[in-house]
């Protein structure tokens, strides 16, 4: 069923691979300036969230967690080059492959760059001396959150109709999250209600976990379930925008 | 070979295809050929899986493309007629991602890598991106990747479509050379002359019908085989007969100046149909 997944993944890792020596300046903008803005030029009080932790310490498992949802995201913007400007989805549509292992594909390659990008976050982190647990329980928050999302942006890919579109998805979507879903600021100090409303987002959850794991402190196992429940859902929603893609 | 029955298409209210049938047998091109918002890039899309039908069916090599879709596109490669090659990918990368695609082993996409490249004459491009091929190299390297896995079935939409003549030519060539090698070809055009030199069998197609199917020289003989033009308060006005001593002696009857010519598949596209091709 899903046979062919690997050949949608290569050609993205292809063209990842060609791109890498712009692209690793590009990820590493972001998370530079937040570098230094937010966590040395305004905060390096040594005990910002109350746990003993600096603002530096605190910010990188966010950019991480920020990193796996955007970077995860940004495959749509691939596909939607390969659907308007270059007519590629035609050519995946009329082989033999079906939708599932088409969107397998891409959510791999949405995942493979966000990865990418993650990792040139932590050694950014490394050069301004914030050093933290990257274990398995990180890694496994990180690719939970990556794959919910590069499902999600494969999901809209197919709704979009122009890349005016995809700018529009990424205001409403992305923006918001990346800002309120626990990167910058713990959520403890919004009020109750506030708390309640963000917690409905996965970048919320992602950001709990992978800062527990990258502390070393007990995660809660339902962050985990519930990324991985929203992933299977947008994996779903993925495969059935594919279905209804042809017109 | 291809079975269409009663194959139906509407976009809103527009009707694109209305109960449209034919069937190509094996190692035949086949023309379709229309003027343009006839139906022919829509016909073309339900066959090979990319549009779905409203209604009739489809069987390529006796497999229905909605209901077996996966062994349906195996059967077959597709030229489109607006290139869509990877652009960031080399020429050989084109062709090994489509090996890909097609579950081919990797030995297999070696060797055939190699053939393909020798067939369209492009073993000096191997590692030139795609982006950077002139037009007629990106039209051979199209129909180059179509054949990558030796389908039996090669769809063909406008394959010469934008190509200057000499390249144009250079292409029925590959097209010829295909059917040699036992393809069955689908092919829609807008030009005459293509269809009239590579086609054993034409339809014509006119808004979402087809209105007629024969061999071209079948549908040209209907008509008669020699045309004359004239003008006629400045509309060109042709006339048809069966010999060229009865154009000879209409020509001697008119006062204005007549072309006396060989009819072609546009002759006879106009006098079913009322209206040009191009």
Redesign the interface.
């Given at each position: 069923m899903i046979?062919?997944w690997?050949?949608?993944y290569?050609?993205e890792v292809?063209?990842l691979k060609?791109r890498i020596a712009k692209l690793i300046p590009a990820w590493s903008v972001s998370p530079l300036l937040y570098l230094i803005a937010f966590a040395y030029a305004v905060g390096q009080q040594p005990n910002f969230d109350g746990h003993g932790h600096t603002y530096p310490q605190f910010l990188l498992p966010g950019l991480a967690a920020m990193a796996s949802m955007t970077q995860a995201f940004a495959i749509a913007q691939e596909i939607n080059i390969?659907r308007f400007?270059?007519?590629?989805f035609?050519?995946?549509?009329?082989?033999?492959?079906?939708n599932p292992a088409y969107v397998l594909g891409e959510v791999l390659a949405g995942m493979t760059r966000a990865f990418m990008a993650g990792c040139v976050i932590l050694i950014l982190g490394a050069l301004f001396g914030v050093v933290l647990s990257y274990n398995l329980h990180f890694w496994i928050a990180f690719f939970l959150n990556s794959f919910a999302f590069a499902s999600l942006a494969v999901g809209l890919a197919m709704h979009v109709k122009s890349h005016a579109d995809q700018a529009l998805l990424n205001n409403f979507i992305i923006t918001p999250m990346a800002f309120l879903g626990g990167t910058f600021f713990p959520l403890s100090k919004l009020p109750i209600w506030g708390q309640r409303v963000l917690e409905i987002l996965p970048l919320t959850h992602a950001s709990k976990a992978i800062r527990a794991a990258a502390f070393k402190e007990p995660s809660h196992a339902s962050d985990y379930i519930l990324l991985a429940v929203v992933g299977c859902v947008c994996f779903l929603f993925a495969i059935i925008s594919v279905n209804q893609a042809?017109? | 070979m291809i079975e269409v029955n009663n194959l139906s298409k509407k976009?809103g209210n527009r009707e694109a295809l209305a109960g449209v049938n034919f069937t190509v047998g094996s190692g035949t091109i086949y023309g379709y050929l229309g003027p343009n918002g006839a139906g022919k890039t829509t016909t073309i899309r339900i066959l090979?899986?990319?549009?779905?039908r409203d209604g009739g069916t489809v069987q390529l090599n006796g497999f229905d493309i909605e209901r077996e879709?996966?062994?349906?596109?195996?059967q077959?490669g597709?030229v489109?007629q607006?290139?869509?090659?990877?652009?960031?990918?080399t020429v050989e990368?084109n062709l090994?991602?489509?090996g890909?695609?097609?579950?081919m082993a990797k030995a297999d996409i070696i060797h055939r890598t190699a053939e393909i490249l020798d067939y369209i004459d492009m073993e000096d491009r191997r590692k030139v991106l795609a982006k950077t091929l002139s037009g007629g190299m990106k039209r051979r390297l199209l129909i180059g990747r179509a054949l990558m896995h030796t389908p039996s079935i090669l769809f063909m939409d406008e394959p010469t479509v934008g190509l200057d003549p000499a390249i144009r030519r250079r292409i029925w060539g590959f097209i010829k050379k295909i059917q040699n090698d036992g393809a069955t070809i689908f092919l829609t055009t807008h030009y005459i002359e293509e269809a009239e030199f590579l086609a054993d069998k034409v339809a014509f197609l006119d808004k979402g019908r087809i209105v007629a199917e024969d061999s071209p020289a079948g549908l040209m003989a209907a008509i008669g085989e020699w045309a004359v033009d004239f003008l006629e308060e400045n509309r060109l006005q042709t006339v048809y007969f069966n010999s060229r001593d009865e154009a000879r002696n209409y020509v001697l009857d008119q006062t204005n100046g007549c072309t006396v010519r060989r009819v072609n598949l546009e002759d006879a596209f106009i006098s079913m149909t009322g209206r040009k091709i191009s």
């Amino acid at each position: 069923m899903i046979r062919g997944w690997s050949a949608v993944y290569l050609r993205e890792v292809i063209i990842l691979k060609r791109r890498i020596a712009k692209l690793i300046p590009a990820w590493s903008v972001s998370p530079l300036l937040y570098l230094i803005a937010f966590a040395y030029a305004v905060g390096q009080q040594p005990n910002f969230d109350g746990h003993g932790h600096t603002y530096p310490q605190f910010l990188l498992p966010g950019l991480a967690a920020m990193a796996s949802m955007t970077q995860a995201f940004a495959i749509a913007q691939e596909i939607n080059i390969a659907r308007f400007y270059w007519h590629i989805f035609d050519e995946f549509q009329a082989a033999p492959i079906s939708n599932p292992a088409y969107v397998l594909g891409e959510v791999l390659a949405g995942m493979t760059r966000a990865f990418m990008a993650g990792c040139v976050i932590l050694i950014l982190g490394a050069l301004f001396g914030v050093v933290l647990s990257y274990n398995l329980h990180f890694w496994i928050a990180f690719f939970l959150n990556s794959f919910a999302f590069a499902s999600l942006a494969v999901g809209l890919a197919m709704h979009v109709k122009s890349h005016a579109d995809q700018a529009l998805l990424n205001n409403f979507i992305i923006t918001p999250m990346a800002f309120l879903g626990g990167t910058f600021f713990p959520l403890s100090k919004l009020p109750i209600w506030g708390q309640r409303v963000l917690e409905i987002l996965p970048l919320t959850h992602a950001s709990k976990a992978i800062r527990a794991a990258a502390f070393k402190e007990p995660s809660h196992a339902s962050d985990y379930i519930l990324l991985a429940v929203v992933g299977c859902v947008c994996f779903l929603f993925a495969i059935i925008s594919v279905n209804q893609a042809k017109s | 070979m291809i079975e269409v029955n009663n194959l139906s298409k509407k976009f809103g209210n527009r009707e694109a295809l209305a109960g449209v049938n034919f069937t190509v047998g094996s190692g035949t091109i086949y023309g379709y050929l229309g003027p343009n918002g006839a139906g022919k890039t829509t016909t073309i899309r339900i066959l090979t899986g990319l549009t779905r039908r409203d209604g009739g069916t489809v069987q390529l090599n006796g497999f229905d493309i909605e209901r077996e879709p996966i062994k349906c596109k195996a059967q077959f490669g597709l030229v489109p007629q607006h290139t869509n090659l990877d652009a960031e990918l080399t020429v050989e990368e084109n062709l090994l991602i489509h090996g890909r695609l097609h579950h081919m082993a990797k030995a297999d996409i070696i060797h055939r890598t190699a053939e393909i490249l020798d067939y369209i004459d492009m073993e000096d491009r191997r590692k030139v991106l795609a982006k950077t091929l002139s037009g007629g190299m990106k039209r051979r390297l199209l129909i180059g990747r179509a054949l990558m896995h030796t389908p039996s079935i090669l769809f063909m939409d406008e394959p010469t479509v934008g190509l200057d003549p000499a390249i144009r030519r250079r292409i029925w060539g590959f097209i010829k050379k295909i059917q040699n090698d036992g393809a069955t070809i689908f092919l829609t055009t807008h030009y005459i002359e293509e269809a009239e030199f590579l086609a054993d069998k034409v339809a014509f197609l006119d808004k979402g019908r087809i209105v007629a199917e024969d061999s071209p020289a079948g549908l040209m003989a209907a008509i008669g085989e020699w045309a004359v033009d004239f003008l006629e308060e400045n509309r060109l006005q042709t006339v048809y007969f069966n010999s060229r001593d009865e154009a000879r002696n209409y020509v001697l009857d008119q006062t204005n100046g007549c072309t006396v010519r060989r009819v072609n598949l546009e002759d006879a596209f106009i006098s079913m149909t009322g209206r040009k091709i191009s």
